[in-house]
């Protein structure tokens, strides 16, 4: 049984979570490679066709555009891997990491809040469940560890909306998958561009989403504020390193 002797960081936090949802979440990854290429076009195509209406309900914690596009390009990989495993382990791993960032983020935003109030409940919940902490544990975190905004110039202004880059993100996500599974087999450089065209997609949505949660902070701190800065700064951090792996 744990007993307290120091509270427990973001890092600890991580290593519990990785430690105990790696396996699991690599084979989840895995296993859905192999029905990808049908059930992943029509849903693209669908929400392609919607517009940005569907997205609206969503941020930078789990805008499903983010899974979608590291699904495709994951599968793009896979199909040339002899081994696929250890491509995929670092994914889960870095997936993983972000969640904890994420999931941390939410808990401090409403950890003030009554027991009884289902927001707190939720964000307790998913802590108990990635890591295996029992809610004292959880509630002993040392929140200091979470980032801080840097008392700094906000982000450069993207160029384009939220919505403008998730729509670019469908639309070159789309055509990756197309074109990898076309036949006869596309030329390498032509799909390694296509494959840089989905991540620098990537990444400006999730600019996007940091330079929002920036102007959120100048409107006002507050706890929901923060986290929301939180949230969209691991988001941008975890585009940013798989635009290089």
């Given at each position: 049984?744990?007993?307290?002797?120091?509270?427990?960081d973001l890092d600890s936090a991580c290593d519990d979570a990785v430690e105990r949802r790696l396996e699991p979440r690599t084979f989840e990854l895995?296993?859905?490679?192999?029905?990808?290429?049908?059930?992943?076009?029509?849903?693209?195509?669908?929400?392609?066709?919607?517009?940005?209406?569907?997205?609206?309900?969503?941020?930078?914690?789990?805008?499903?555009?983010?899974?979608?596009?590291?699904?495709?390009?994951?599968?793009?990989?896979?199909?040339?891997?002899?081994?696929p495993e250890p491509r995929m382990r670092e994914v889960a791993r870095r997936l993983l990491e972000f969640e904890q960032a994420r999931d941390w983020?939410?808990?401090?935003?409403?950890?003030?809040?009554?027991?009884?109030?289902?927001?707190l409940d939720a964000a307790l919940m998913a802590l108990r469940i990635s890591t295996g902490w029992s809610e004292e544990r959880i509630m002993s975190?040392?929140?200091?560890?979470?980032?801080?905004?840097?008392?700094?110039?906000?982000?450069?202004?993207?160029?384009?909306?939220?919505?403008?880059?998730?729509?670019?993100?469908?639309?070159?996500?789309?055509?990756?998958?197309?074109?990898?599974?076309?036949?006869?087999?596309?030329?390498?450089?032509?799909?390694?561009?296509?494959?840089?065209?989905?991540?620098?997609?990537?990444?400006?949505?999730?600019?996007?989403?940091?330079?929002?949660?920036?102007?959120?902070?100048?409107?006002?701190?507050?706890?929901?504020?923060?986290?929301?800065?939180?949230?969209?700064?691991?988001?941008?951090?975890?585009?940013?390193?798989?635009?290089?792996?």
């Amino acid at each position: 049984m744990w007993r307290p002797n120091g509270p427990d960081d973001l890092d600890s936090a991580c290593d519990d979570a990785v430690e105990r949802r790696l396996e699991p979440r690599t084979f989840e990854l895995l296993s859905r490679m192999a029905d990808l290429v049908v059930s992943r076009e029509r849903q693209l195509a669908h929400f392609e066709a919607a517009g940005n209406e569907y997205f609206r309900a969503f941020g930078a914690g789990n805008d499903p555009r983010f899974v979608w596009a590291h699904e495709v390009e994951c599968y793009v990989q896979l199909a040339a891997a002899s081994d696929p495993e250890p491509r995929m382990r670092e994914v889960a791993r870095r997936l993983l990491e972000f969640e904890q960032a994420r999931d941390w983020a939410v808990l401090a935003g409403v950890r003030e809040l009554p027991r009884s109030d289902a927001r707190l409940d939720a964000a307790l919940m998913a802590l108990r469940i990635s890591t295996g902490w029992s809610e004292e544990r959880i509630m002993s975190f040392d929140f200091d560890s979470l980032p801080v905004p840097e008392k700094a110039l906000p982000p450069v202004r993207p160029q384009r909306s939220v919505e403008a880059c998730g729509a670019e993100l469908l639309r070159a996500t789309r055509a990756l998958l197309a074109l990898a599974a076309a036949s006869p087999p596309p030329e390498k450089p032509e799909l390694e561009a296509a494959q840089t065209r989905v991540r620098s997609a990537r990444v400006a949505l999730a600019e996007c989403y940091l330079h929002r949660a920036w102007e959120g902070l100048r409107s006002g701190r507050s706890p929901a504020t923060l986290a929301a800065w939180r949230i969209a700064k691991a988001r941008y951090e975890l585009e940013k390193s798989f635009s290089g792996l």
